[in-house]
């Protein structure tokens, strides 16, 4: 099946605003989201106490940067995003919380530059899964990695397969069940048809790979429950 475009992305999370925004109906369809926005968070603030600086790539309505900045006050968040409607909501909400400066850049990771030794914290939260060609996943995981400051961290919140096929569909026959029980079986059909549609996801362990390859010093897995995870790396 051909792959959604970057703009197909982005015209569908235009028109998810309002769901994103809320934890308890936004991300019925993801398991643990509310666990794992959580314990990414707190390990971050764990790693790094003293952050000024934090980039949410993918940030949608911001509720990533909020739970942080719940744990970290008044940072300077830098917010990217595809969709500017996401952006125009996630800056609204942030604006008010923290007395840092607020950017948004609206664009593709994959296009963007950003600077060396900025952040102290970098949170994705399920954004990576639309990185398509292994070059891609390592261009990226590199920008990060570089832009992060010495002792900063990394972490993500994601959808992921097994790198072991018979294990991956085993996996999956857990999350169709889960889907099934949270909606009945046209959910189920409804979320692993754009799944299959949108996204290309990777396991944890080869994220975890890319992230030492590129230079990582440590990483750490926080969290997994079937085709979700939260894990990460520290500068």
């Known amino acids: 099946m051909k792959k959604s475009t970057v703009t197909e992305i982005q015209q569908r999370f235009d028109n998810e605003v309002e769901r994103f925004s809320n934890l308890d109906t936004g991300q019925v369809a993801t398991m643990d989201a509310v666990v794992s926005l959580e314990l990414i968070t707190a390990t971050a603030k764990m790693v790094t106490p003293k952050a000024k600086n934090i980039l949410d790539l993918g ?14 006050p008044d940072l300077n968040c830098t917010l990217i995003d ?19 400066t607020v950017e948004t850049i609206q664009g593709d990771i994959r296009e963007i530059t950003l600077p060396n030794n900025q952040y102290d914290i970098i949170l994705a939260g399920a954004v990576l899964h639309h ?6 996943w390592e ?14 961290c990394f972490f993500i ?3 992921i397969t097994q ?13 169709s069940d889960y889907l099934r029980q949270q909606g009945g079986k046209e959910y189920q059909q409804k979320v692993f048809a754009y799944i299959e549609k ?28 079937a085709c979700f995870g939260a894990f990460g790396g520290i500068k």
């Open 82 to 100: 595809l969709s500017q409607k996401m952006l125009d909501k996630a800056q609204q909400r942030v604006a008010c919380v923290t007395k840092g």
């Open 139 to 152: 261009m990226v995981f590199q920008k990060l990695y570089d832009s992060l400051t010495v002792g900063g």
């Open 59 to 72: 940030c949608g309505a911001g509720n990533y940067t909020l739970k942080m900045l719940s744990k970290v």
């Open 163 to 175: 790198d072991h096929q018979g294990v991956n569909q085993l996996i999956w026959e857990n999350y």
């Open 198 to 225: 949108e996204d290309t996801p990777r396991s944890m362990t080869y994220q975890l790979d890319l992230m030492k390859k590129v230079g990582f010093a440590s990483v750490e897995i926080l969290h997994k429950n």
């Open 131 to 136: 990185l398509r060609e292994e070059t891609e």
């Open 157 to 159: 919140s994601d959808l």
